[in-house]
């Protein structure tokens, strides 16, 4: 079982819809989760972090579930520049080690 | 400020041949990481190192090595080439760990494509 899996996808949306991604991870000392961003044929970048209350930034909302192991990104009113990867990465504490996930793609859609 | 760079953006070598691929961040961050990015895979982590002078190996370190003889640079070393190595390499650089979710914050260079005949 991979460490962090994430649904590969990918997600057709129409511009304007609402699209959920979800995330596992096995490890249940995890300590911090991060969603990035990733175009295509480019570096990831932080998207958020997802903080134990779930936290919000514009469009984008991030949950953790740490009893059931699972972090969410949720996009409202989906943008055509929202097209992209979105990476589920988490930091076990204990020494170091982030995992990231293989990546959810999205294409939203005129 | 540049961020993290990376040199070469590409580069194509024949099996046996050996090179090396330079990192440099200008954040005076203490972290640096070398991935390596596989279609259907997540990153992986080849090596890292959290300070100048210190280095340690990630989960996939074999057939590579790595530098870190100044805070702001980082370097992967190649010794032998093979086509298994195929790959985009990205390095990433972060203030510190397990100090809060702002610090723990990776940033990328734009990544170096790797071609292995």
């Known amino acids: 079982r991979k460490e962090v899996e994430q649904d590969p996808g990918p997600f057709n949306v129409p511009e304007g819809a609402t699209v959920a991604f979800n995330c596992t991870y096995s490890?249940?000392?995890?300590?911090?989760f991060f969603w990035y961003r990733q175009d295509c044929r480019k570096e990831p970048k932080l998207l958020m972090s997802v903080y134990s209350s779930g936290n919000e930034d514009g469009r984008f909302t991030a949950q953790l579930n740490r009893a059931s192991q699972y972090i969410s990104l949720l996009i409202r009113d989906s943008k055509l520049s929202d097209s992209a990867t979105y990476l589920c990465?988490?930091?076990?504490?204990?020494?170091?080690?982030?995992?990231f996930g293989a990546g959810t793609r999205l294409f939203v859609k005129a | 400020n540049a961020g993290v760079t990376q040199t070469p953006k590409f580069r194509v070598l024949k099996t046996g041949q050996s090179m090396t691929l330079l990192c440099a961040q200008d954040?005076?961050?203490?972290?640096m990481y070398w991935y390596r990015q596989d279609p259907g895979m997540g990153l992986r982590l080849i090596h890292y190192s959290v300070g100048e002078g210190t280095t340690a190996k990630g989960e996939v370190p074999d057939g590579y090595n790595v530098s870190r003889l100044k805070k702001q640079n980082f370097l992967l070393g190649l010794e032998s080439a093979a086509p298994s190595q195929t790959s985009v390499y990205f390095c990433a650089s972060s203030f510190s760990l397990a100090a809060g979710e702002d610090e723990e914050t990776q940033y990328f260079g734009p990544g170096t494509r790797l071609l292995v005949l």
């Open positions: 954040m005076n961050h203490e972290y």
């Open positions: 490890n249940s000392a995890s300590q911090s």
């Open positions: 990465v988490v930091n076990i504490g204990g020494g170091f080690k982030t995992i």
